[in-house]
């Protein structure tokens, strides 16, 4: 997750594809272990500090660092008993070495008598270690949504994981009853073919019927982005910043299998998860395309009836399912991933048809990466209008926006995310 900048799920993932783990509790504690350290960083690191004294926390390599915020979320906030915090403090005297752990013995000792001197901290700070966020984020949350809301909002819970049926493959009925056979519990959501996950006997991507492509994990707030789009079978679809190929899938889905699609995006790394993805979906109706959305010459030669546009963002609606983001964001990331996202957003434009329309979306609840970029665009683009995003799940957007959704994981229940429609004439 540090190294290499992965998220939680992925870096598992990939974890326990090189250890050859398939064991679905050890890696259901091993996720649950990481992601609760890494969702309370700051406040960990606060307390290994008072801990270790003047040398603190940056200094130490890796491995010992995160040992200590595991051995901390545990000790100070979770329900691990004395004789379970004594063999995890031997597991790791065998995995790091006597010799390397021993200057945190003493550490181990303190961090849980050790408390935060919530009076002697400034209010942002100490609101930013409560709800465990960075204290840029915090105040400009406060600043945004006002006190009150921003509490609920910084201290809403890890939102519930989603699927998605996969059509292409059969009806609703008989892959409910597939996943149920997997010990997968489902409820419905009020979208097609969306569901929220009540149970589950092991991760879900490990599942057989994840191989053969009968679901997708897909946050429900996402899943919404293409239904709004809602393409018609027989047009031609450009899917913008496209892999790993969530979008693409459900928008194949809704065709039918029919017309045409242009999934576009930078990596040719991440094409290759797409293709991989669409073979495990059954789609065969998308072409992938190698190029910089940023740059006019990188699209495709096509006028489309639909442009979805997901672009890059600082993914602030997700820190709550994917809390590694919000160490390595800051807050000049805003202003330099909705600089991104305008350009791309302009050059999208000259592919759309007459009559056709582009969908926006960011899983960001930042309103400069959306309601900004959108303002803008209209602005540099009288063609277009923003027209009622439809189905309605969320609240309007801000700045006027009504047609526009604003999705958030204290009220819905799901990552934050805006999505507007913009139809051109």
Request: proline residues 5%; negative net charge.
């Amino acid at each position: 997750m540090e190294l290499k900048r992965m998220n939680g799920r992925s870096a598992l993932r990939r974890t326990a594809e090189q250890l050859w783990i398939r064991d679905g509790a050890a890696l259901r504690h091993a996720f649950r272990l990481v992601m609760e350290a890494t969702r309370r960083r700051n406040a960990l690191d606060h307390i290994i500090t008072m801990a270790l004294g003047e040398d603190g926390i940056e200094d130490l390599f890796l491995g010992k660092k995160n040992f200590l915020r595991i051995y901390a979320s545990e000790a100070i906030y979770g329900d691990s008993t004395y004789q379970e915090l004594v063999e995890m403090e031997d597991l790791a005297r065998e995995i790091l070495g006597r010799r390397e752990f021993g200057p945190v013995e003493e550490a181990l000792v303190l961090i849980p008598r050790l408390e935060i001197g919530w009076e002697e901290l400034p209010r942002d700070e100490a609101t930013a270690l409560r709800t465990f966020h960075p204290a840029w984020y915090v105040k400009y949350c406060v600043e945004l949504f006002g006190e009150e809301e921003a509490i609920r909002l910084l201290e809403a819970p890890v939102p519930p994981s989603y699927v998605r049926l996969n059509a292409l493959k059969g009806e609703d009925e008989g892959l409910l009853g597939r996943l149920r056979g997997e010990g997968v519990e489902l409820e419905e959501t009020g979208l097609a073919h969306v569901y929220r996950v009540l149970d589950q006997a092991s991760p879900l991507t490990l599942l057989e019927i994840h191989r053969m492509g009968l679901f997708t994990v897909q946050d429900k707030a996402s899943a919404l982005a293409g239904l709004i789009a809602a393409p018609a079978p027989g047009m031609t679809v450009l899917d913008v910043c496209a892999a790993p190929g969530i979008k693409t899938g459900h928008l194949s889905e809704m065709m039918g299998g029919e017309g045409r699609i242009f999934s576009m995006d930078f990596s040719e790394r991440r094409l290759e998860s797409w293709k991989s993805e669409m073979e495990r979906l059954g789609v065969g109706n998308a072409t992938p395309v190698l190029g910089d959305a940023k740059r006019r010459g990188a699209f495709p030669d096509v006028e489309a009836d639909l442009v979805l546009v997901d672009p890059p963002c600082t993914g602030t609606g997700t820190f709550g399912r994917a809390p590694s983001g919000k160490w390595r964001i800051t807050k000049r990331s805003i202003g330099r991933m909705a600089g991104i996202q305008e350009r791309i957003l302009d050059k999208c434009a000259n592919h759309v048809a007459a009559g056709g329309a582009i969908v926006y979306s960011t899983c960001s609840v930042t309103v400069e990466e959306n309601e900004w970029v959108v303002e803008n665009f209209l602005g540099a683009h009288p063609e277009f209008s923003m027209v009622e995003a439809s189905p309605r799940l969320g609240l309007p957007g801000l700045l006027g926006q009504d047609g526009a959704q604003r999705l958030y994981p204290h009220l819905h229940g799901c990552n934050g995310f805006y999505v507007a429609r913009l139809e051109r004439e």
